[in-house]
């Protein structure tokens, strides 16, 4: 495939992709287990299990215990809404390219749920480059589903072949592929390589997207 040059519409990704949230995701999902005498998460514990969302998240780790799932749920938002930046910074250069990116209409499509995807946005000064934010909440299926990336596509009227979605995980890819729109993949983030074969294009540094595309 050619570079894909000049498209209206970027669509990000937030975890793993704009910003690096590993740290906080694992303090809030250790304070919510405490109680409980579950063993404590690392950070590459957590890498490994993010991308779903909240619910799919807290399942994952209570997967013998479901009695809890709720309990622990409400713990992890109440605890990880309040800290949500303490440790959470944008990947290095994201900022530089959003900047540069400034002519192309730009949405965020996560998992997390939108007020969160919001709030999080809001506070490390990134919310001011997006026309739209959507979480796992704003639409009745989330990614892979192609549901989100077809609705932010309608709200702006950009066709699919003028746009396309930037993550780092294969959900974003299946739900980009499955909406008929570019993928393209970035190996910083939470996900290995080989999990992101899948994408149209694959980059190292979110530096390379400009050249990509014509930023």
């Known amino acids: 495939m050619e570079n894909f040059k000049n498209p209206e519409l970027i669509i990000f990704d937030l975890d793993g992709t704009l910003v690096d949230s590993s740290t906080d995701i694992t303090n809030a999902l250790n304070y919510a287990i405490k109680p409980y005498g579950l063993k404590p998460l690392t950070i590459k ?13 807290v399942e994952k780790i209570v997967v013998n215990n479901t009695g809890i799932k709720n309990e622990v749920l409400d713990r992890f938002i109440a605890y990880y809404t309040e800290h949500l930046t303490d440790f959470t910074k944008p990947y290095p250069g994201i900022i530089e390219a959003l900047e540069k990116l400034k002519r192309f209409k730009k949405a965020v499509i996560s998992n997390k749920r939108e007020a969160l995807s919001k709030k999080l946005l809001e506070d490390l000064g990134l919310l001011r480059f997006f026309d739209i934010v959507l979480g796992s909440d704003s639409v009745h299926e989330k990614k892979p589903s192609p549901v989100p990336v077809k609705k932010v596509l309608e709200l702006l009227k950009i066709a699919p072949g003028k746009a396309l979605i930037v993550g780092d995980s294969n959900f974003d890819i299946q739900a980009g592929k499955s909406a008929g729109i570019i993928t393209v993949a970035v190996t910083y983030g939470f996900r290995n390589r080989e999990s992101l074969k899948g994408a149209d294009f694959i980059i190292d540094d979110i530096k390379q997207l400009i050249g990509l595309i014509g930023g």
């Open 45 to 57: 514990d957590t890498v490994k299990m993010v991308g779903e969302g909240l619910t799919r998240l």
